[in-house]
Nanobody, 124 residues
Framework: VQLVESGGGLVQAGGSLRLSCVAS????????MSWYRQAPGKQRELVATQEVGGVSNYADSVQGRFTISRGPAKNAVYLQMNSLNTEDTAVYYC???????????????????WGQGTQVTVSS
């Protein structure tokens, strides 16, 4: 499974961007899809996550400004980012995680897939 991200770029403070992440080579409905970001010199942090049932959670720093959504087939995830500020500058990564049945006995195995990252730069 390959997660392909798009939509990053350069935007002025106060502007908006929409990130997309689509699973290539799979129509599997992922349990959880999330967006993370990593700014220079900082650790990767969770930005937003959405369960397959639709429950979403956001980091405090983006609450009210960002909206996560998933495609109908649940193998794509989007991040609408509004009111961007310079602190949002980072590489944004898509993640798909959960468990899947791997044999007829019903055994499950975890999966954890990452995209390659897309750069978001917010200028002042």
């Amino acid at each position: 499974v390959q997660l392909v991200e798009s939509g990053g770029g350069l935007v002025q403070a106060g502007g908006s961007l929409r990130l997309s992440c689509v699973a290539s080579g799979s129509t599997f409905s992922f349990d959880t899809m999330s967006w993370y970001r990593q700014a220079p010199g900082k650790q990767r942090e969770l930005v937003a996550t959405q369960e397959v049932g639709g429950v979403s959670n956001y980091a405090d720093s983006v609450q009210g400004r960002f909206t996560i959504s998933r495609g109908p087939a649940k193998n794509a995830v989007y991040l609408q980012m509004n009111s961007l500020n310079t602190e949002d500058t980072a590489v944004y990564y898509c993640n798909a995680a959960g468990t899947r049945v791997i044999n007829v006995e019903g055994a499950r195995a975890e999966y954890d897939h990452w995209g390659q990252g897309t750069q978001v730069t917010v200028s002042s």
